[in-house]
Antibody
């Protein structure tokens, strides 16, 4: 069955780089897009970026200068890297297939010294 | 960038009530509008895609309408399990979420 699972460090220091992994199963990354969405505690949802089935990427314009999304199709993994982290990047980070039917459980990332 | 204005931000209604939630886009997004339900501690769940198409497995009491800039999510008869926060998402030009509507039972 289709599953997505996010993993990564729960705590990141300010100005450091966040690295998250979304491991998927039950579908092919070469046939489906994967998006990242984040949600600060108690707040709304924000689209972060996406990697499309062909491997191209798109990013939220507000985050573009700090963000990179890539994938390893052989391992069914999608990677998010965001540098120069600030406290306002504290959020739950979700990966989702096509922003539609399947979402991961989310991983909480806290930016704090 | 397209902005999405969602209203109301908070809604309290009784079981059996008809409930409507609105999203207004800052420019024409055709019918590229999805609705999601998010319960506490869970990931969002897709309810409606492309303005009025019901996602598989979602109860028929949920419906969506609208096109262009104005969209509505309707719950025809509110049930206790519908307590959640609801978000709209435009996917006409990049992706923008509405600010959310927190729905509670009176």
């Amino acid at each position: 069955q289709v599953q997505l699972k996010e993993s990564g460090p729960g705590l990141v220091q300010p100005s450091q780089t966040l690295s998250l992994t979304c491991t998927v199963s039950g579908f092919s990354l070469t046939s489906n897009s994967v998006h990242w969405v984040r949600q600060p505690p108690g707040k709304g949802l924000e689209w972060v970026g996406a990697i499309w089935s062909g491997g191209s990427t798109d990013y939220n314009s507000a985050l573009k200068s700090r963000l990179s999304i890539s994938r390893d199709t052989s391992k069914s993994q999608v990677f998010l890297k965001m540098n120069s982290l600030q406290t306002e990047d504290t959020a739950i980070y979700f990966c989702t297939r096509r922003l539609r039917d399947y979402w991961g459980q989310g991983v909480m990332v806290t930016v704090s010294s | 960038d397209i902005q999405m204005t969602q209203s109301p931000s908070f809604l309290s209604a009784s079981v059996g009530d008809r409930v409507t939630i609105n999203c207004k886009a800052s420019q024409n997004i055709n019918r590229y509008l999805n609705w999601y339900q998010q319960k506490l501690g869970e990931a969002p769940k897709l309810l409606i895609y492309n303005a009025n198409s019901l996602q598989t497995g979602i109860p028929s009491r949920f419906s969506g309408s609208g096109s262009g800039t104005d969209f509505t999510l309707t719950i025809s008869s509110l049930q206790p399990e519908d307590v959640a926060t609801y978000f709209c998402l435009q996917h006409n030009s990049w992706f923008t979420f509405g600010s959310g509507t927190k729905l509670e039972i009176k």
